[in-house]
Antibody, heavy 118, light 107 residues
């Protein structure tokens, strides 16, 4: 069974940093692209970033480029999102998701809430 | 960035109704259009990928169609567990943008 479990969210002050983690199991992690998607509670979904299975290729939304870094440790079956220079508008639930056929996200974690506030 | 416009934003419907949700993209995405269902407090769930391919385990009352810039998600006979929000997403080009969502409510 495919499982994705996020952790690392919490309350952080503006300008602060967090590192989100996503532990994967039930599939061959290194064979799949992985994504981060965020959602302000009560609002819509916003794609944040993606990374290739080998970790070499990455992409970001303009809103986080230069502040967030996606990475992965295939030996630990874990995906990361390093978040620096956090802003109030980064407050959201962050989901990790597996890249499937036609680049759709076929499995999602339960999400972790990041709150940026003083 | 490719913009996605879903309609309607919300829909009041009844069990057994046939429901159609549309998604229009600001430029062609070929068939790289996906549909997700999300219930309150839960993660999104993939329903349809590649415009018309049914994800494994998704009931056959869900179907998708379209290509280019105009797409539809159809639920042939609405069930109680289908009352949720639905999002389209293009996976043709980065950033993989989403529509603003359609909320199905019980009439």
């Amino acid at each position: 069974e495919v499982q994705l479990v996020e952790s690392g969210g919490g309350l952080v002050q503006p300008g602060g940093s967090l590192r989100l983690s996503c532990a994967a199991s039930g599939f061959s992690f290194s064979n799949f692209w992985m994504h981060w998607v965020r959602q302000v509670p009560g609002k819509g979904l916003v794609w944040v970033s993606r990374i290739s299975g080998d970790g070499i290729s990455t992409s970001y939304a303009d809103s986080v480029k230069g502040r967030f870094t996606i990475s992965r440790d295939n030996a630990r079956n874990t995906l990361y999102l390093q978040q620096n220079s956090l802003r109030a508008e980064d407050t959201a639930v962050y989901y990790c998701a597996r890249g499937g056929s036609d680049w759709a996200s076929d499995y999602w974690g339960q999400g972790t809430l990041v709150t940026v506030s003083s | 960035d490719i913009q996605l416009t879903q309609s309607p934003p919300s829909l009041s419907t009844s069990v057994g109704d046939r429901v159609t949700i549309t998604c229009r993209t600001s430029q062609s995405v070929s068939s790289f259009l996906n549909w997700y269902q999300q219930k309150p407090g839960k993660a999104p769930k993939l329903l349809i990928y590649g415009a018309s391919s049914l994800q494994t385990g998704v009931p056959s009352r869900f179907s998708g169609s379209g290509s280019g810039t105009d797409f539809t998600l159809t639920i042939s006979s609405l069930q109680p567990e289908d009352f949720a929000s639905y999002y389209c997403q293009q996976s043709y080009s980065i950033p993989y943008t989403f529509g603003q969502g359609t909320k199905l409510e019980i009439k």
